[in-house]
């Protein structure tokens, strides 16, 4: 068998008589080179090239004949032979790689000559021409056509493939595309499997992934299995190789090949004829599973096939670690949702606080700006998390920003970003609270600390929804809603002109005051139980329990820390406490004076008179303690309930009935 490199210079062949004939035969050849170049397909190719062929040869019938195991006519022109083929002749020329002429069984006398296409992609291919006055001195120059014409059936075939590889690229680059904007597995896997059997043209195609703990492969879509999943061993088959290897497998006669698993054909009831698997692997090389086409609609499959499946392989990896990677960041952020929307809880039952539990629920799904006012450590920034986690913006970010830590000049660059550069200390550009807020909620907390140049700042921001980076000219729209809360008397702080009026006014939209925890007596024992087995959960401990006299001593407490000094002493108190029962000597500490009630000496004050008011306000807190339950009251007091009505009779206190 001759190379491409020896017969393509059919001009040099020494064996070729330098006849007129031959030197047709030789230009007819450089023709036929030059039709090759610019063919689209083999088969439109012979049909253009067989009949001048025949008119080159001035034969009557031209065929191009392939032996695959079977004898078969690819293309022919002019008149169809009646009678059958001599195949005896045809397996002979096949067999010597030589041609030769025959004469036919035909009254008119025609012969046929047959000469083989000697290049191996066309291994088994015979030119023949039929006809009258055919001479063995044809057969050097139907040698060199049929040499040319091998040659230009290999160039056609390779442009026609180089064709279609750059179209199946093409297609793969759309397809990649197409499953970057999936961002769910299951629809994402769907996707990639239709693609492959349009694009490769088979029945079908799954993708496997690969459990590794439980030693299994899950393929879906799994087509004609319930619920159109399927879990198999990893060990099984095909796919349990490609696994086991990393390298990409075909299978050309799948009944025939021990590597191929009969057991889903055998349940599915499907016939599987041949099969092209490749490897899925991550970003750092590791195989995460397995790409399955089955069944070529026309053939088997080809190298092509198998290097568009490596490639389109690559593609669906990528895509569905990334889609594996936003699900986990997904589920991560509902998670995270859900445990903060628990711990957002507003407890108590004090009629303010169920009141301002039902104001959220209305407020949470709007974006009016809410003004919440409240002492310090009553939980404003809970609230604002609230009407943040219980509305639409929850999956959204909530930033938070406390204006009195600011001054004026770093106060522009956290809430609207710096560009590169624009002071001495900006080396690269960052972003501002309102940038990282977009979609969410801004809680600007402090808001009555700001300076008034901040507040200018600020205003127009609100008006305009835009924002522009210190140092930069692009305006940056903003989709933010703003919750401020502060602990200072802003109504007294705009008529001192410390605050601006148009600004009070555009975030006080909804105003929330928030009640200090000593006007809700009958919520102290309900907070300190909630976070008392929130900290013991973090602490590893059974919930502790609080004993009367340490229930007493918290209802005494003036609480001038408000929910927030609650909070920390049941932390401590989970963490420190030695026994299994909270009691009164675990929280001494917490028995300073309270100096909102503490009376200072004065001219107009004697003893007698700061003893009565203390008296009196003391009376009063007890009584506000316990709802207003005199028995109870007195109980705390520890005095009888009728020395308690005499006692604050001396007193001179209003509250007291006729009641003994």
Known sequence: MTTNAEWMDWHQLPWLSRTDEAAAAVQFCDRL???????????????????????????????????????????????????????????????????????????????????????????????????????????????????????????????????????????????????????????LLELIAQEATRLLDCDRASIFIWDRENGQVVACPALGVDGGTLRLPDTLGLVGEVIRHGETARIDNAYEDSRFDKSVDDSSGYTTRNLLCAPLNDNEGKVIGAFEVINKNKGAFSDDDEETVALLGRQAAI?????????????????????????????????????????????????LPVLILGESGTG??????????????????????????????????????????????????????????????????????????????????????????????QPIPINVRVVAATNKNLTEAVRERKFREDLYYRLSVVTQPIPPLRDRPEDILLLAEHFLKTFSVQAGRRTLKISGDARRRLQAHAWPGNVRELRNLMERVAFLCTDERVDADDLAFILSPDAGTTIEPSEDMDLGEATRRFQQDFIRRSIKRVKGNMSEAARLLGVHRSNLYRKMRQLEMSEVGGEE
């Not at 569905?320 to 711990?343: A, C, G, M, P, Y």
């Open 319 to 367: 895509a569905i670690q990334n889609t594996r990677e936003r699900e986990e960041l997904v589920r991560s952020h509902e998670q995270l949702t859900e445990q903060v929307t628990r711990e957002m809880q507003i407890i108590g039952e004090n009629p303010a606080v169920a009141a301002l539990r039902g104001t959220i629920e209305r407020l949470a799904g709007t974006d």
């Open 380 to 473: 404003k920034e809970v609230v604002a998390q609230a009407l943040h986690f219980q509305g639409p913006r929850a999956s959204q970010p909530f930033v938070a920003i406390n204006c009195a830590a600011l001054t004026e000049t770093l106060l522009e660059s956290e809430l609207f970003g710096h560009e590169k550069g624009s002071f001495t200390d900006a080396h690269e550009s960052r972003p501002g609270k309102f940038e990282l807020a977009t979609g969410g909620t801004l809680f600007l907390d402090e808001i009555g600390d700001m300076s008034l140049g901040g507040q200018a700042k600020l205003l127009r921001v609100l008006e305009q929804k835009v924002i522009t980076r210190v140092g930069g000219s």
């Open 33 to 187: 080179l030059q039709s090759s170049l610019v063919a689209t397909s083999r088969d439109r190719f012979l049909q253009e090239t067989l009949p001048e062929i025949a008119t080159e040869f001035s034969v009557q019938w031209a065929a191009l004949q392939q032996r695959s195991p079977q004898w078969e006519t690819c293309v022919e022109c002019g008149r169809r032979l009646p009678n059958e083929l001599p195949f005896r002749f045809l397996e002979e020329s096949l067999d010597r790689e030589a041609g030769g002429i025959v004469p036919l069984e035909r009254p008119d006398g025609w012969s046929l000559l047959a000469v083989p296409l000697p290049d191996e992609t066309v291994h088994g291919s015979l030119l023949l021409l039929a006809g009258q006055q055919l001479e063995e001195a044809m057969l050097p120059s139907a040698l060199v056509v049929a040499r040319a014409l091998s040659f230009s059936l290999c160039l056609v075939e390779s442009q026609e493939r180089a064709v279609q590889r750059i179209g199946r690229l093409q297609d793969t680059l759309e397809i990649a595309s197409s499953l970057a904007k999936v961002h769910e597995s299951q629809p």
